[in-house]
């Protein structure tokens, strides 16, 4: 979706995922990390009640139970759209059986991670492998990039899998190479790629 806010009479208009899910009907949630970019500043300063405006949804990546087996592999805050997926997948009891990896530089940057932790204890189909570049002595996660070897050995049956992947366009690049690498068709692939901001 598009979203559109206000720096004293400067409108700024965005492109987010949204990451609630449709179950959770009381709002829609999109996650932004703030930085010193005019539209983060500017969002810093919203307060309850300033105007806003919101424009879609767009785009089809989403999920709702069509396969059977599906693997999500994202960094950062490219989560978003999985974490919708994952939580409507958990609230409708989907069967489809689902893997997430999770890749960020450290533990600090890891997004929604209590909430992927009880989502894991609610939905006994859901698996989620968080993995940083930078461990500290307390991780008891895996750590290192989302690689060949990671998929293989936490998606065993990853040719009869569906791939989901968001994120920049970098990693969303690499991504689908490394799963063509491995011989996942391109008809098993879906991408969302986004700018940062």
């Given at each position: 979706m598009f979203i559109t806010i206000k720096s004293g009479q400067e409108q700024m208009k965005k492109p987010f995922s949204i990451s609630s899910s449709p179950t959770e009907e009381e709002f829609i949630e999109f996650t932004k990390k703030l930085t010193d970019h005019p539209f983060s500043i500017a969002l810093a300063t919203l307060k309850v009640g300033d105007w806003a405006a919101v424009d879609g949804p767009y785009g089809n990546f989403t999920f709702t139970g069509e396969f059977d087996k599906v693997a999500m592999l994202s960094g950062g805050v490219g989560i978003t759209p999985l974490r919708s997926i994952c939580k409507y997948c958990t609230d409708t009891r989907?069967?489809?059986?689902?893997?997430?990896?999770?890749?960020?530089?450290?533990?600090?940057?890891?997004?929604?991670?209590?909430?992927?932790?009880?989502?894991?204890k609610l939905n006994k189909n859901l698996k989620v492998v968080f993995t940083v570049d930078e461990a500290s002595e307390q991780w008891a996660g895996r750590t290192g990039r989302i690689d060949a070897e990671m998929i293989k050995k936490e998606i065993p049956d990853y040719l009869k899998t569906v791939f989901?992947?968001?994120?920049?366009?970098?990693?969303?690049?690499a991504i689908e190479k490394l799963l063509r690498t491995i011989g996942i068709s391109e008809e098993r692939i879906k991408t969302e790629s986004f700018q940062g901001y």
């Open positions: 989907s069967k489809a059986k689902m893997t997430l990896l999770y890749g960020n530089r450290t533990e600090k940057d890891v997004v929604f991670q209590k909430e992927f932790e009880e989502m894991q989901y992947t968001c994120g920049p366009p970098a990693m969303v690049e």
